[in-house]
């Protein structure tokens, strides 16, 4: 049964319900009809580099995007603000379909997860680089899963996300400012912090676990969720950790949700939301390239093919500010997208147990 979202409305949004009460967060009404996604092949293909391997140049260029998009009209679909917007719309049930009672973006918790956070950082990085008029910008990733005693740059908050007053934000766990590495099974209280060799085994350990173990479709992207069903309870593997981990860990722990990452209707409001996504997206990609069997030939590890799967459609407003109408099914390869990861030594694919 396939699903057909052609009737969707940005009217159907409404408050969200955020564990910090009714967040207005929905997006500006588009003043043009919905289009619908084609893939791009004019664009020249991007590079996603690690954070702690940035030039000088590009992070100047990287900050000047956000100073623009930061600088754009409130009411600008593609203003920062307005971006972040959109985490909470989609992730805390702005949009529901009334008639199903299906939460139509259910970015979280379920088999969305991984393609519905690709799309949002394809138009935010789309919108950035035609900010600054560069079509080859790619958004960096933060390397937080990079376990090198020898170079612990990675594991750590990368320093320009506390230097730039653009890249800054207030609610962030300053005890986990650096030098201190990114725990990556983190838990609120969870005792004294142990030292950095440890932290990294444990990190190891964890990525091997949640990526190299996770060899069906279900545990790695989460649990199937279609029209009709109720709220969503099946995460995957690397959503529950590190994803979900890393964000409370930067969020401030004197916040009641550990905001601004630490909870969904602000979780964007942090510049390094997005980095820390652009991590999560990259790993998408390992997994695709590990083997689902443990002995014999290579079998690859799969994708849903459940058509309430690959034609669930989302809405996003592009860099033109156009709203757009993308499916699951176009997103499942970041070369079709127009961009691809830099190659980086993964540590943990190695680090059994
Ligand atoms: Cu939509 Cu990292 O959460």
């Given at each position: 049964?396939?699903?057909?979202?052609g009737t969707i409305d940005l009217e159907w949004c409404t408050q969200a319900e955020t564990p910090a009460g009714k967040v207005g967060c929905c997006p500006p009404r588009s003043k043009t009809p919905v289009v619908d996604f084609v893939h791009n092949t004019q664009l020249p293909s991007r590079l996603r580099q690690p954070v702690h391997l940035l030039s000088s140049d590009y992070i100047a260029k990287y900050i000047r995007a956000y100073e623009l998009m930061k600088a754009l009209p409130p009411d600008d679909p593609r203003n920062f603000d307005q971006q972040a917007n959109i985490h909470c719309a989609y992730c805390d049930g702005a949009f529901l379909e009334t008639e199903t009672g299906w939460c139509l973006t259910g970015g979280h918790r379920n088999w969305f997860f991984f393609p519905w956070h690709r799309?949002?950082?394809?138009?935010?990085?789309r919108i950035l680089a035609s900010l600054i008029e560069d079509d080859t910008f790619a958004l960096p990733f933060w390397n937080w899963d990079n376990q090198f005693a020898s170079d612990p740059l990675p594991n750590v908050i990368p320093q320009m996300y506390l230097t730039n007053p653009v890249?800054?934000?207030?609610?962030?766990n300053p005890d986990h400012?650096?030098?201190r590495l990114a725990d990556l099974n983190f838990v609120p209280g969870d005792g004294a912090p142990i030292s950095d060799s440890k932290q990294r085994e444990e990190n190891n350990a964890l990525m091997y676990k949640q990526l190299v173990n996770a060899r069906t479709t279900r545990l790695f992207y989460g649990k199937e969720y279609h029209p009709g069903d109720s709220k969503p309870d099946g995460l995957g593997t690397i959503e529950s950790a590190p994803h979900n981990t890393v964000h409370k860990w930067t969020g401030s722990s004197a916040k009641p949700h550990f905001?601004?990452?630490?909870?969904?209707?602000?979780a964007a409001r942090d510049p390094i939301f997005y980095p820390h996504h652009a991590n999560l997206d990259r790993l998408w990609t390992v997994w695709k390239t590990l083997p689902r069997n443990r002995k014999g030939p290579f079998r690859p590890r799969r994708d849903y093919k459940d058509l309430d799967w690959l034609?669930?459609?989302?809405?996003f407003?592009?860099?033109?500010r156009r709203l757009v109408r993308v499916r699951v099914r176009d997103a499942l390869k970041t070369e079709q997208l127009g961009y691809r990861y830099q190659d980086i030594h993964n540590a943990w694919v190695t680090a059994r147990p």
């Open positions: 049964r396939p699903i057909d979202n799309w949002f950082l394809y138009f935010h990085e890249l800054f934000d207030d609610f962030r400012f650096p030098p905001e601004d990452m630490g909870v969904f209707y602000s034609n669930a459609t989302f809405l407003y592009d860099e033109k």
